[in-house]
């Protein structure tokens, strides 16, 4: 108790929490809260959270208030997101209460924090940054020798450069963890990316961002 007590000390900034339906990942369509994080240093071209950019968005909240919170709910996935997560110190720690008390927790990150220090029962989506996202550079490349059974990697694919690009990574560090493409909403369509992937036998599969289909590209807290 005392240890479990110890552990989910600390307050992170969050941006929202809601139940939903997880729009993507190898999990998509399971019922799902989450937790947005607020703050990113990053700055995506595409970006569909800008409110949640700031590091002074949204509420300071306890990481056992979350935890309950996300309990309360009962859903059988989480994810934490953001914003990026990892950008604020005490996200380990909510990471580790919430894979203490949940079945399955996903964290959404966008690869430029180191990953290794992330609680072991946590599945990583590991969000790699293109050269048509603008921030190419951001990319911590030691984050791939950590995927590991659970993880996954998402590419947002804004252009066919982008596309190519993405599969010279592939190429060149080779994980072993499922690799799933997203067309850039607006940018490029499924339709588009679908025959690449097919052309070029590609060893990825396709990603569409369901609440997006469902609810409305401008939907917020669905
Ligand atoms: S890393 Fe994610 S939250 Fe941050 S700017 Fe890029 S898309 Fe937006």
């Not at 307050?11 to 339906?21: G, K, M, N, P, Q």
């Not at 709910?73 to 950008?87: F, I, K, Q, Y």
């Not at 919430?98 to 990953?115: K, M």
């Amino acid at each position: 108790m005392r240890e479990s007590r110890r552990r989910l000390s600390g307050a992170l900034r969050v941006h929202e929490i809601y139940d939903s339906i997880q729009g993507e990942s190898t999990l998509a369509g399971m019922p799902c809260t989450l937790v947005r994080l607020a703050g990113c240093p990053l700055r995506c071209t595409y970006c569909d959270t800008p409110r949640a950019l700031s590091f002074d968005a949204g509420e300071m909240r306890d990481i056992d208030d979350i935890v309950a919170d996300v309990a309360r709910r009962d859903r059988p996935l989480t994810l934490v997101t953001g914003g990026e997560p990892l950008a604020q110190k005490s996200s380990l720690d909510l990471l580790a209460g919430l894979a203490a008390a949940r079945p399955l927790v996903q964290l959404e990150t966008s690869g430029a924090f180191d990953i290794s220090r992330v609680d072991a029962r946590v599945w990583r989506i590991l969000d790699i940054k293109t050269p048509g996202s603008g921030e190419e550079s951001r990319n911590d490349w030691n984050n791939l020798a950590h995927l590991k059974d659970g993880d996954e990697i998402k590419v947002v694919i804004c252009d066919r450069t982008d596309y190519d690009w993405a599969l010279d990574i592939l190429d060149r560090f080779q994980p072993r963890v499922p690799v799933l493409f997203s067309p850039a909403w607006g940018a490029v369509s499924p339709a588009e990316l679908a025959q690449w992937i097919l052309e070029d036998h590609a060893p990825v599969r396709l990603q569409l961002q369901w609440h997006k289909h469902i609810w409305g590209a401008e939907a917020t807290g669905v």
